[in-house]
C-alpha cells in the first residue's frame, strides 16, 4: 500500500517541489522573523486541504489532514535560516539580508537546509492527502521557527500545540546531513547532543600599558583560562563518554598600550548524558573561578547561560519501526545508523511535553559522486561542506525526493489503514 501511496511523488510533483526549495533558498529569515516563510507555507497547505493555523507559538505553522479514524503522526519541519553570507554560487543563492538580535543588519542564509525540510514535508503532505484511501488517522504537521535559537519548538509547546491541535502518538522528522543524498542515517538513544552555550566575564583592573604592577591583566586571565578549559574534556571526562567544550569567542581590550579592564568569553558545550552535562558545567565554572582568583581578581567572574538545547534522545522501539518502513523502500544499504551526532536539536521538546517517542533522522544532500570522490581521497570532513557552511548546497534531487519518500513511509508505518 506504502509504494502506491508514493505513486503521487511523481515527476510533476517531484518538479513543483524543486521549483518551491528554490523559492525558499533564496528568500531566507532569521530566526523568529519568518514571516514570508510562514505565510509561503500556510498558502501551500491550503492548497492541498490542510486546516491551517498560523501564529502558533510566533511564526509556527500548524496543518492538520484529517482522514478519519486512526493514531495522529507528528510531522515537524524547521524553517529559519541563519546568519551567514551565502557563498554557493547557485543559481538560486540569497542575498537577502536581516536584523540581527543585536540590531546589526547581517546575511542571511538557509546554511542549515532547513529550506529543504520545509519542501520535503509540504511534498510528504501533498501526497499523503493525493492518497487517502492508503491509510487512517490524522497528520499533525508542525512546521518550527526559531530552531537555531533553540526557541521555537518550546514557544510552540507553550502556545497550546498540543491542547489546540491533539497529542500525537509520535513525534518524526528528519535534518539534511552532509552524507550522499539517498542515504538515510538514524541513531536509537542519545542522537543529537545536548548544548550549553555561556558568556563569561572575567573582570581584573585596567591600567596603562607599561605598568603591569598597577593592572590585574584580563587578557591573561582569559588566556590561561581558555588553555585550562581544554583539560576539562581530556582530563575530566571517562575516554568512554563524550563532550565537547569549545571557546568559540574571546573579545578583550582595544589598544596595544592600555591593559583592559574585562575579557569577555564564550563557551559552547556538547554532552549526552546529564552527568557528563553536569561534571563538564562544574568543571567550566571550577576552572574560571580558579584562574580569576590566581589572577587575584578582585571581582568574581560572571557566568551567564545563553542558548540551552536538551539532549535529543530517539526511542528505540519508534527507530526500530522507521527502520523497518525506511529499509523496506530504500533498501538495506541506504539507511545507516550515524551514530550520535554533536549537533543539537530543539526537535525533542515536542516528544518531551506529549510524553511520547520521538524518531528523528537524518537524510543525506550530498551529490554521491562528490562525497564518493571525497572519501576516496580521505578528505570528507575538508571537502564536504556542512551544515552552517557558507558553501552548504544539498543537491535538490535525490536529496528531495529521499526526503519525501522518508516522511511518507516512516508515517504510513503509524497511521493505520495500510
Ligand atoms: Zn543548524
Ligand atoms: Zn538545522
Not at 562528490?370 to 534531487?397: K, T
Request: proline letters at 6%; hydrophobic letters at 45%.
Amino acid at each position: 500500500m506504502g509504494d502506491r501511496v508514493l505513486d503521487g511523488l511523481d515527476d510533476t510533483l517531484r518538479a513543483e517541489l524543486a521549483a518551491l526549495y528554490r523559492e525558499l533558498h533564496a528568500a531566507p529569515e532569521l530566526s523568529g522573523a519568518e514571516h514570508g516563510t510562514a505565510a509561503e507555507i500556510a498558502a501551500r497547505l491550503r492548497r492541498i486541504d490542510c486546516e491551517v493555523t498560523t501564529g502558533v507559538g510566533g511564526t509556527g505553522v500548524v496543518g492538520l489532514l484529517r482522514n478519519g479514524d486512526g493514531p495522529t503522526v507528528m510531522l515537524r519541519a524547521d524553517f529559519d535560516g541563519l546568519p551567514v553570507r551565502e557563498q554557493t554560487g547557485l543559481p538560486y543563492a540569497s542575498t537577502a539580508t536581516g536584523v540581527d538580535p543585536d540590531g546589526k543588519e547581517v546575511s542571511v542564509m538557509h546554511a542549515c537546509g532547513h529550506d529543504m525540510h520545509v519542501t520535503c514535508l509540504v511534498g510528504a503532505l501533498t501526497v499523503l492527502a493525493g492518497a487517502r484511501e492508503g491509510w487512517s488517522g490524522t497528520v499533525l504537521a508542525v512546521f518550527q521557527p526559531a530552531e537555531e535559537t533553540a526557541t521555537g519548538a518550546q514557544a510552540m509547546v507553550d502556545d497550546g500545540l498540543f491542547e489546540r491541535f491533539g497529542r500525537p502518538e509520535v513525534v518524526l522528522g528528519q535534518h539534511v546531513a552532509p552524507y550522499p543524498a539517498g542515504m538515510v542515517g538514524v541513531h536509537a538513544g542519545p542522537a543529537f547532543a545536548a548544548t550549553d552555550s555561556l558568556r563569561i566575564t572575567m573582570f581584573g583592573r585596567g591600567a596603562h600599558g607599561s605598568r603591569p604592577e598597577a593592572a590585574i591583566d584580563p587578557v591573561v586571565m582569559a588566556a590561561a583560562t581558555v588553555l585550562r578549559l581544554q583539560t576539562v574534556v581530556s582530563r575530566e571526562i571517562a575516554a568512554t563518554e563524550t563532550a565537547v567544550v569549545t571557546v568559540g569567542s574571546l573579545q578583550a581590550g582595544t589598544k596595544d598600550n592600555i591593559i583592559p579592564a574585562e575579557a569577555e568569553l564564550k563557551v559552547n558545550i556538547r554532552s549526552y548524558t546529564p552527568e557528563v552535562r553536569a561534571a563538564v558545567l562544574a568543571g567550566v565554572e571550577r576552572i574560571v573561578r580558579a584562574e580569576a582568583a590566581a589572577s587575584g581578581a578582585t571581582r568574581e567572574p560572571e557566568i551567564t547561560p545563553l542558548d540551552r538545547f536538551p539532549a535529543l534522545v530517539n526511542d528505540p522501539a519508534a527507530v526500530d519501526r522507521a527502520r523497518a518502513a525506511l529499509v523496506a523502500v530504500l533498501g538495506e544499504r541506504a539507511v545507516v545508523d550515524p551514530g550520535p551526532v554533536t549537533g543539537s536539536e530543539d526537535v525533542g521538546a515536542f516528544g518531551a511535553a506529549a510524553g511520547v517517542p520521538t524518531c528523528y533522522w537524518l537524510f543525506g544532500g550530498t551529490d554521491p559522486a562528490e562525497y564518493a570522490r571525497a572519501e576516496a581521497a580521505g578528505r570528507v570532513a575538508q571537502d564536504i561542506p556542512s551544515n552552517h557552511s557558507p558553501h552548504f548546497a544539498p543537491v535538490i534531487e535525490p536529496t528531495l525526493g529521499t526526503g519525501v519518500t522518508a516522511l511518507v513511509m516512516v508515517a504510513l508505518a503509524w497511521l493505520g489503514g495500510q
